[in-house]
């Protein structure tokens, strides 16, 4: 260390990425923009965020998509499975809608890419409760392929009905052993998330929007709940879509000044294990 401040490892998995067609990502930004009035930082485009990562010292970047409405995963699942084959060391979290009337097959297409690590479920845009009953065959299909889900279900950095740790204890009630990943540290409900961990061992948190004391964004447990879950807590930055620089947050949590193995752990070791358990 240098100062007391802690050194990232050199390799770092990025596990909170967003890569969409490039169209859709262009009205993704407009939306961001109406609604929320957030200028997005990075206009990139899928090839250059990869670039762009990679020349960060990001060697594994873990990416999602959704669908927003019915009639379009089929279609991104598509592109996934065509740029999956186009980089190495890319994975995937693909798209799923449960009013396609072929859902269960483009979710099983998708989900026998190696690098396919499960489905994203966005209950804020897509507008459905966690413990949907029709969401319960992916949900069968995803423990039978060893995958894994990767849920937008807090309240921030917004929310509505569909989210919120409520409705999350109301699906972990009926699938205990769901294989999930929390998006942004289970914010605003970082205690009823946080609280979750010790009786759930398939659970795991990424830190995206979780460290920006700019937007009012700021994990609140302290550092020694970070410690006590340093095994289960991922690095994700939400690139492209970011407010303020990338480094921010990075710079954040190392500002926090916790050990060394936390940092190793979760920039590196969590996310190279999840992967391999999926993969090999």
């Not at 965020?49 to 060697?59: F, M, N, S």
């Not at 699942?77 to 980089?87: A, G, Q, S, T, V």
């Not at 398939?202 to 302290?222: A, I, R, V, W, Y």
């Not at 690095?235 to 193995?261: A, H, M, T, V, W």
Request: overall charge neutral.
């Amino acid at each position: 260390m240098k100062d007391n401040i802690p050194m990232l490892p050199d390799k770092i998995i990025d596990f909170h990425v967003h890569l969409f067609p490039d169209r859709l990502l262009d009205s993704i930004w407009r939306y961001f923009s109406d609604v929320y009035q957030w200028k997005v930082r990075y206009h990139m485009y899928y090839r250059d965020c990869v670039d762009h990562l990679r020349q960060k010292g990001v060697v594994r970047i873990v990416y999602s998509n959704y669908a927003h409405k019915a009639g379009i995963a089929e279609g991104l699942n598509n592109w996934n499975l065509k740029i999956l084959d186009e980089f190495d060391e890319l994975f995937c979290f693909a798209a799923f809608h449960p009013e396609d009337q072929n859902a269960l097959d483009i979710a099983d297409k998708v989900l026998g890419h190696p690098k396919v690590l499960g489905i994203k479920l966005q209950l804020l845009v897509q507008n459905f409760y966690p413990d949907d009953k029709r969401l319960f065959p992916l949900y069968e299909m995803i423990m039978e392929k060893n995958k894994r889900l990767l849920f937008h279900v807090g309240t921030g950095p917004s929310g509505n009905k569909y989210v919120g740790i409520k409705n999350f204890k109301k699906l972990l009630t009926q699938y205990p052993a769901l294989p999930v990943n929390v998006a942004h540290m289970g914010g605003f409900e970082y205690r009823e998330f946080f609280d979750l961990l010790p009786n759930y061992e398939l659970l795991f948190f990424d830190t995206s929007f979780s460290f920006l004391p700019k937007m009012n964004l700021m994990f609140n447990l302290g550092n020694q709940c970070l410690e006590w879950y340093k095994d289960k807590i991922l690095y994700g930055s939400d690139f492209p879509n970011l407010i303020y620089p990338r480094s921010d947050e990075i710079n954040c949590l190392k500002n926090l000044n916790l050990s060394q193995e936390f940092y190793q752990n979760v920039f590196y070791k969590n996310g190279q294990q999840l992967i391999d358990s999926i993969t090999k």
